[in-house]
């Protein structure tokens, strides 16, 4: 790169990207301190032109939440209740539950997003029941659940190690794992924000028997709160680790502390400036990663537009607003929900291609050609 003014480890780094070759965490560190917006902006514009042309990939989804009530006390979570105030929060049976996979009966969505809190009696018992139901009532639907918080918890209690816990989870229908429960893994730091759930070593060790078994998974990161940059890179270089040893990893997806009413309420939150250079940053160190994702409904959705200038290609889905953890958070995004034609047309309204997608990135449709009315539009 030929820039007589910039400075010579960014100039460095920049040709390493343009050759393709790996940066090392030494180099993350300095992008984080040195890069300032337009220069990461066009480097990750640049991978992700060179991954995925225009496209930006999208799904049609909905989650379920089985509970908030959690034995954990997470100090960023703004959504659990403890079970000794249980009746402040919401515990769903498995009638309850397949009745709100019964209302997308006949409707065109390919995944059930299952996550929550960690709640002393739903066990691995009940997980395993509910996704049989799921399936045995529509099996198309790829069922993408549990974070190994609640995993270790449901193993540990069962008395089933990693590797038959999940086989159980498999075969009772589970497809894939979401990437929560990360959190930034240096314990200096996870000890200070969620000491009492599982480990890194525990959560890598979930995924990595969630890959053995032949399933994808994603991973998270919980920035903008008390980590310093070089946690984060830390915290990508494991994931860098895992993803060159079984390639189960689809998708990285940065996560915004978001800081209303929880008991980290007094730490700010990151500007638009710093979620940018995150997520461009994410792109250029996470070189075996295929997608970034930007998640709409806790970043809102003008910052979401702007992220794919920023290496993002996936924004997630059309959600129908059945997630709660990050509008208590206080996301802008008080009741995510967009509908098809909204998603696809604030995907081509930053200048990007919009393709739905199901959960494995196997292409469903390219909306790039098409038009959308104004009555699609507003509903
Ligand atoms: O692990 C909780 C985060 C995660 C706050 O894999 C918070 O496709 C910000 O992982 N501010 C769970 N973040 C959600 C999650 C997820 C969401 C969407 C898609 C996928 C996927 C995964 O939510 C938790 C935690 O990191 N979180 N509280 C907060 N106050
Ligand atoms: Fe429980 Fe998850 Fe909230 Fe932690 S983030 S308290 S594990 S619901």
Known sequence: MSAPTLDKDLKRIADKVLNRERLTQEEGVTLFEKGEIGYLGALANHVRERLHGNKTYFNRNFHIEPTNVCVFTCKFCSYSRLYKNREEGWELSIDEMLDIVKKYDGQPVTEVHIVGGVHPKMNLDF????????????????IKGFTPVELDYMFRKAKVSVEEGMRMM????????????????????????????????????????????????????????????????DHMERLRQLQDETHGFNTFIPLKFR????????VPESTIVEDLRMYAIARLYMDNFQHLKAYWPMLGRN???????????????????????????????QSPSMNTAQLAMLIKQAGRAPVERDTVYNEVKDYSEVEFTEEELLN
């Not at 429960?181 to 969630?210: M, S």
Request: aromatic share 6%; proline share 3%.
């Open 303 to 333: 910052s979401a537009q702007l992220t794919l200038s920023f290496g993002v290609n996936d924004l997630d889905g059309t959600i129908d607003d059945t997630t709660k953890i990050y509008s208590m958070a206080g996301s802008e995004e």
């Open 259 to 266: 800081n209303k009413d929880n008991d980290m309420a007094h």
């Open 170 to 233: 498999k075969e009772a229908g589970l497809q894939s794992l979401p990437g929560g429960g990360a959190e930034i893994f240096h314990p200096d730091i996870r000890n200070q924000i969620c000491h009492d759930k599982v480990d890194a070593e525990g959560w890598l060790a979930i995924h990595r028997a969630a890959h053995g078994l032949g399933m994808v998974t994603n991973a998270t990161m919980l920035y903008g709160h008390i980590e310093q940059f070089w946690h984060r890179v």
């Open 127 to 142: 997980f395993t029941e509910l996704m049989r139901k799921i399936k045995a009532h529509r099996p198309d639907l790829h």
